[in-house]
């Protein structure tokens, strides 16, 4: 069984300032994890992912995370944020060789203020 | 750029009504999902096609709900009689691999059913 959870349903940061959402996981096998930002009204976007190669993991937009297994966490961090980085944010589990179901977490509610 | 097209956007519908929504995955893309967003929770996954088979549908409420993608192309997912409680997003997405492979989301169809 594979799960995740989203620590902080929303978040609140100044504009220029750091951007920290925690994800922690649970697998019982090697995991593959993502993490999908939503915009209003819009689809998913993969922001990136992580599969068993480097621990820290770069993505679009200027955003990255860090794989720690002995933390089994998967936090996005980002050193400055911008106005259109608000969003819904979703971080995701699979199985590594297992398919591609995706287990979401709940999802983070990012918010921008000048 | 690619993207995957959904039909309608939006969808307002009585309860016990049929209603049904359209998928056209990026072209090439061999494996197809639809996806179930109620508010406030990350994605489930109702249904997946590998071509035009079903590989995953373990978590689609078969009394009511139906899908196929005879020509192992474009998708249909349909609900009858609809509930009040299949108010929600229905995304699609589709990838070029059945594992390990990047997700595209189209931008969903909004049900609400009153």
């Known amino acids: 069984a594979q799960s995740v959870t989203q620590l902080d349903s929303h978040v609140s940061v100044s504009e220029g300032t750091p951007v920290l959402l925690r994800c922690n996981y649970s697998?019982?096998?090697?995991?593959?994890l993502f993490w999908y930002v939503q915009h209003p009204n819009k689809g998913l976007q993969l922001l990136l992912k992580?599969?068993?190669?480097?621990?820290l993991v770069k993505g679009i937009n200027g955003f990255e995370a860090e794989f720690k297994k002995s933390e089994t966490s998967f936090h996005l961090t980002k050193p400055s944020a911008h106005m259109s980085d608000a969003a819904e944010y979703f971080c995701?589990?699979?199985?590594?060789?297992?398919?591609?179901?995706?287990?979401f977490g709940t999802g983070t509610q990012l918010k921008v203020e000048l | 750029e690619a993207e995957v097209a959904q039909s309608p956007r939006y969808k307002i519908t009585e309860k016990s009504q049929a209603v049904a929504f359209w998928c056209d995955p990026i072209?090439?893309?061999?494996?197809l999902y639809w996806y179930r967003q109620i508010l406030g929770q990350g994605p489930e996954l109702l249904v997946q096609?590998?071509?035009?088979?079903?590989?995953?549908d373990s978590q689609l409420p078969k009394d009511r709900f139906s899908a196929e993608r005879l020509k192992g192309v474009d998708s249909t997912l349909k609900i009858q009689p609809a509930e009040l409680g299949d108010s929600a997003m229905y995304l699609c997405?589709?990838?070029?691999?059945?594992?390990?492979?990047?997700?595209?989301f189209g931008e969903g169809s909004r049900l609400t059913v009153l």
């Open positions: 997405a589709s990838s070029l691999l059945p594992s390990g492979g990047e997700l595209f």
């Open positions: 697998s019982s096998y090697s995991p593959s």
């Open positions: 992580y599969t068993s190669a480097a621990t």
């Open positions: 995701v589990v699979t199985l590594t060789g297992g398919g591609n179901k995706l287990t």
């Open positions: 072209s090439g893309h061999a494996t």
């Open positions: 096609f590998q071509d035009e088979s079903v590989v995953d």
